[in-house]
């Protein structure tokens, strides 16, 4: 089926995953306070079960999408491969928190509809931030994703670092917001739209070249995304967030935000933007390598396991970007790859530490893990393979992820920054070791409480889990063959129009012949 | 059978079956664990054997290779192989690492289902290292063996194990990493210049690189494989990790891993950058690095009041020894350097292991805290004093014709390192020969020493074999030098040709160089195998 929007009924058809995830969460959200009534209680099990059955036929929705083809002209949302690929992240994602924090979320009381429903609010903001190729589109997408993300952060509002994450976020959250905006100001005055392809297409036509409107709204753009995917200096509120938010949250933030972000990142300043990249290729370089290598200085030295993920996921915000940097078809395919990988890895970690210190009142300090590994071999197990990975070490996803970043850089001409990507790893494989040693060499303390076992639905998604990250490190052919059509699929988005981008030629697709 | 030892299936064999057996491990019970890890290791190495046999020894060529499309989009394969120069390798891991697990026996008390599920899965990765012909296959084998060896020191390991298995990892991580990067800017290269994605070894030889780009290439994978040695100044990790480390990790550190620094100089760094490998620069570095480590090794291990620190020191110098012998670049001394691997591999790995059963006596290795100890342990004196020899290389030793045919050879071509180095088989002598002195003879000062009992049965049938094999070689090296002859010789003559052949810069007009031969396979043809 050809989808050109020349009836409104192919929005429909574009926007399937978004609409059914708005079905199942409008759904959870009134049939749950009918059953509930006035009555203060928690929601029964089948919330979560809907929610996962929402997300699993938003999934396969998206699937089915890959049946469309959509030449891209002037719509607002893409239904291209890049989509449908950082569709399916998100919402293993969403599938992966639900499975691994409803049993966290019944002990603390807080396994009610609306949690939920604002978990698939905020998945359909981010699924539609991986299609906006409209700036008004991005704009909204992010406001549903943050908005909902607010409410989640200080969804546990007995306790009183929930609520600073809540304001914090929210805070700096509205500044993101508003550089973000301001800059889709500046780019509409520059080129007279906030379609992506007309804005290309006039800044490579040259009308936008040299203007102040233009290089403004580019920078305030990049700023603006920069927060969302805790890019440094933009980094600040992360620790603190990842810190209070209730754990569930945390890992949906730490993965489904970058993801989505990172996605938008692309598509609006690579591809949309790539007419300036001369422009924008110091800016974003800068932050790449700033980004690489603060956090890693940083997590050296953090006691709290949960802030020390938190400074890991800034790190990999700047890893990602180095398939940003690299700015050809193989650097896309690469950070939709890894993008993949880490959302996968970095909740499987966040969900072990909230199983370990996650309470409110509790720490996730170092000292905790002593001895888990003999005490609690499969959860200590899961973690390992998921900070191996991390780590970038084989044979996990993390270490093809890596892998694949690096060639991108190596074939753009990047070479510094592939030599910087390993070292800034190698530092990065202290603090990960640091975990191992504490849970593998060193003795449980004296009377010390173990953690719980985890529930069915952990168990579950921790199996999920590690299998991913094994098979996408040990059988990635699929998944590589998978993403490098995602990439590819975006690239064909560029402007064709007199253009002197390098994405039109792209220096080196990577996907060439091949034996 | 004849037909399974013609295949790759033997060495896929090799490394599946050690991955059962820590599987099994796990599953059975705490004190039968060591039980099924001594029967799979062992029933590996009899599996092994024969290798040595079906081996076609007179040709080059690569035998039992087989690639296997893997991760098709970058071109990496499962591609397997051995030459003579990884066959006894190959057998030196199979060898080592039953006596390893039988040395272990008495020694770890505690959780013995993990310890020697980590010792067979670091044996199959191993000898994928060993037998790996597609450098992305090398580089997950080559890493993904940190782990084992990782847990092995730090969960098993002395006092300061922590900081130890930390230092070991991130040493051999530094290297390794910038592996990877120069890897991926070979394939790179490979990939502008034919137009085609691929990490399959027998491709990427066949790539002339610029001699520019060499040195730099050469320089990142040199670094993996130096600290991995280790040469001077690269070796601090060592110490450390061989004293901290439980016997049978002491004993497969120096015994096999050891071994894959130089195995990567000769398998990678040297035909791939043969041009930056042979360049006057690169060669008086390393001969310089060599001689110091020889005679820094041997010094500084003369001084050491821990008996398990002085054998790892020795273990600089050795190692320095084989990189001279590497680097000289003549038949004998790079055949010499092979054998001396074997050699090392089994008297330090004996001697690791009599240190080994001295500690779980006495739990000490001070050699201060010994003395006259054959009255009381004559069998273990006997085999204390025929290792030791092996060790600093007396005549009728395998340890002497490793090292004369090193400094044999490299006489030809280095003459004044090859002096400077036969010092250090005195020095060697000099600190060998009075820490044998001072633990097994003289009077008995301690009381504790009085009481000690000689060695029981699976203590001598683990020595037996390596004491075998130490007079064996000593007296009969023939038939490994036969298995390496033909695999050195045509080393050296590729990096003699690929030396001149490398062009100044990249250019389209680059021919290919040509592949290694490989035994029942025609590669002339553009289509790689």
């Given at each position: 089926m050809i989808l050109d929007f020349s009836s409104q009924l192919h929005y429909v058809w574009a926007l399937l995953p978004e609409i059914i995830l708005a079905v199942a969460g409008l759904t959870i959200l009134t049939v749950d306070v009918f059953l509930r009534g006035s009555r203060s209680v928690p929601s029964g099990r089948w919330v979560p079960v809907a929610t996962v059955v929402g997300t699993v036929a938003a999934g396969a929705a998206a699937v089915f999408q890959l049946g469309f083809e959509s030449p891209?002209?002037?719509?607002?949302v893409a239904v291209d491969e890049f989509r449908v690929a950082l569709t399916l992240v998100i919402l293993a994602a969403t599938t992966l928190s639900v499975l691994f924090g409803t049993e966290y979320l019944e002990r603390r009381g807080l396994a009610v509809g609306e949690y939920y429903f604002l978990l698939l609010m905020a998945a359909i903001g981010m699924t539609l931030l991986t299609a906006a190729r409209d700036l008004i589109v991005v704009f909204v997408a992010i406001e549903l994703m943050s908005i909902s993300l607010y409410v989640l952060a200080g969804f546990d509002r007995s306790d009183k670092r929930s609520s600073e994450a809540a304001l914090k976020y929210f805070l700096l959250g509205a500044f993101a917001s508003a550089f973000l905006l301001y800059g889709i100001a500046l780019l509409y005055g520059a080129s007279?739209?906030?379609n992506l392809s007309i804005v290309a297409s006039e800044i490579a036509a040259g009308t936008?070249?040299?203007?102040t409107l233009l290089y403004g709204g580019v920078a305030l753009l990049i700023i603006g995304f920069a927060f969302k995917i805790s890019a440094v200096p933009f980094h600040m509120w992360t620790p603190d967030v990842y810190q209070g938010a209730p754990p569930p949250v945390t890992g949906f933030m730490a993965a489904g935000v970058k993801a989505a972000a990172f996605a938008s990142m692309l598509r609006i300043v690579g591809i949309g933007l790539a007419p300036a990249e001369p422009f924008w290729h110091t800016i974003v370089w800068g932050l790449a390598v700033l980004t690489m290598i603060i956090p890693n200085l940083i997590a050296l030295q953090e006691d709290d396991v949960k802030r020390m993920l938190a400074y890991s996921s800034v790190a990999h915000a700047g890893y990602l970007m180095v398939g940003l940097v690299a700015g050809t078809a193989l650097g896309f395919s690469a950070s939709v790859f890894y993008l993949g990988v880490y959302a996968v890895m970095t909740l499987g970690a966040f969900a072990v530490v909230a199983v370990i210190g996650g309470d409110p009142g509790s720490s996730a300090s170092i000292g905790k893990f002593r001895g888990l590994g003999w005490s609690r071999p499969m959860l200590a197990g899961m973690l390992v393979v998921c900070l191996l990975s991390l780590a970038g070490f084989p044979p996990t996803g993390g270490f093809i992820g890596k892998l694949y970043l690096l060639r991108a850089a190596m074939a753009a001409g990047e070479v510094p920054l592939a030599v910087l990507l390993v070292l800034t790893s190698l530092v990065s494989y202290y603090y990960y070791l640091r975990v191992i040693w504490k849970m593998y060499f060193e003795e449980a303390p004296e009377g010390a409480v173990l953690p719980p076992v985890p529930g069915r639905g952990f168990r579950l998604a921790g199996a999920l889990t590690v299998l991913t990250i094994l098979a996408a490190g040990i059988w990635p052919g699929p998944a590589v063959d998978a993403t490098d059509s995602a990439g590819a699929s975006i690239v064909q988005d560029a402007p064709t129009v007199g253009s002197e981008s390098p994405l039109v030629q792209p220096r080196d697709t990577g996907t060439a012949t091949v034996r | 059978m004849s037909a399974l030892f013609e295949s790759h299936w033997i060495l896929t064999i090799l490394m599946v079956v050690p991955l059962v057996g820590a599987v099994l491990c796990l599953a059975v019970l705490e004190e039968r664990a060591k039980h099924v890890a001594f029967a799979i290791s062992t029933l590996i190495f009899l599996v092994s054997l024969p290798l040595f046999w079906s081996f076609e020894t007179g040709t080059a060529a690569i035998q039992n290779y087989v690639s296997v499309p893997w991760i098709e989009p970058w071109g990496i394969g499962y591609t397997i192989g051995i030459d003579g120069i990884s066959l006894l390798m190959v057998l030196l891991t199979t060898f080592i690492v039953p006596l390893a697990v039988l040395g272990s026996f008495t020694y770890i008390e505690s959780k013995q289902r993990a310890f020697y599920a980590m010792l067979l899965v670091l044996e199959a990765a191993m000898l994928g290292v060993f037998v790996s012909f597609d450098l992305f296959l090398f580089f997950v084998f080559w890493v993904v063996m940190l782990v084992p060896m990782y847990f092995l020191i730090g969960v098993w390991g002395g006092g300061r194990r922590i900081y130890a298995a930390v230092k070991f990892f991130l040493f051999t991580a530094v290297g390794s990493l910038l592996m990877l990067v120069a890897i991926v800017g070979l394939v790179y290269l490979y990939h502008e210049q034919f137009g085609v994605v691929t990490f399959a070894y027998n491709d990427l030889v066949t790539l002339p690189i610029a001699r520019n780009l060499q040195l730099i290439l050469f320089s990142a994978f040199a670094l993996a494989f130096a600290i991995k040695v280790p040469m001077f100044p690269f070796h601090t990790w060592l110490p450390d990790a061989h004293v901290e480390a439980p016997t049978a990790g002491s004993v497969i550190l120096a015994g096999?891993?050891?071994k894959m620094g130089i195995y990567g100089f000769l398998r990678f760094a040297l035909p791939m950058f043969s041009h930056a490998a042979t360049s006057s620069a690169v060669i008086t570095t390393v001969m310089v690095l060599s001689v110091i480590g020889i005679i820094y090794g041997a010094w500084v291990a003369a001084v050491q009041p821990d008996a398990k620190k002085l054998v790892a020191y020795t273990s600089i110098a050795h190692l320095g020894f084989v990189m001279m012998g590497v680097f000289a670049l003549t038949s004998q001394s790079v055949e010499g350097a092979i054998l001396q691997m074997v050699n090392h591999g089994i008297s330090t790995g004996a001697l690791f292991l009599l240190i080994g059963m001295l500690y779980e006596r006495r739990h000490t290795r001070m050699i201060?805290?010994?003395?006259?100890?054959a009255r009381t342990m004559p069998v273990f004196a006997t085999s204390f004093v025929l290792v030791a020899l092996s060790s600093i290389g007396l005549p009728g030793t395998n340890g002497f014709v490793g090292e004369f045919l090193i400094l044999v050879g490299t006489f030809r071509t280095h003459p004044i390192p090859a002096f400077l180095a036969t010092t250090g088989v005195i020095f060697a002598a000099a600190y060998m020969l009075p820490m044998v002195q001072r633990v097994?003879?003289?009077?008995?000062?301690?009381?504790a020493n009085a009481e000690l009992t000689d060695l029981g049965g699976r203590e001598r049938a683990l020595l037996a074999p390596m004491l075998l094999l130490i007079v064996l070689i000593g007296v009969y090296p023939g038939p490994l030098l036969r298995r390496t002859e033909s695999s050195v010789g045509a080393l050296i003559e590729q990096v003699e040709k690929r030396a001149q052949l490398a062009p100044l810069t990249m250019n389209s007009s680059i021919e290919r160089l040509d592949r290694l031969p490989i035994l029942g396979i025609d590669v002339t043809s553009e289509d790689a195998p």
């Open positions: 891209m002209a002037m719509s607002m007279g739209s906030t936008a070249s040299g203007n | 096999v891993m050891l201060a805290d010994f003395g006259g100890i097994l003879f003289g009077p008995i000062t301690d009381a």
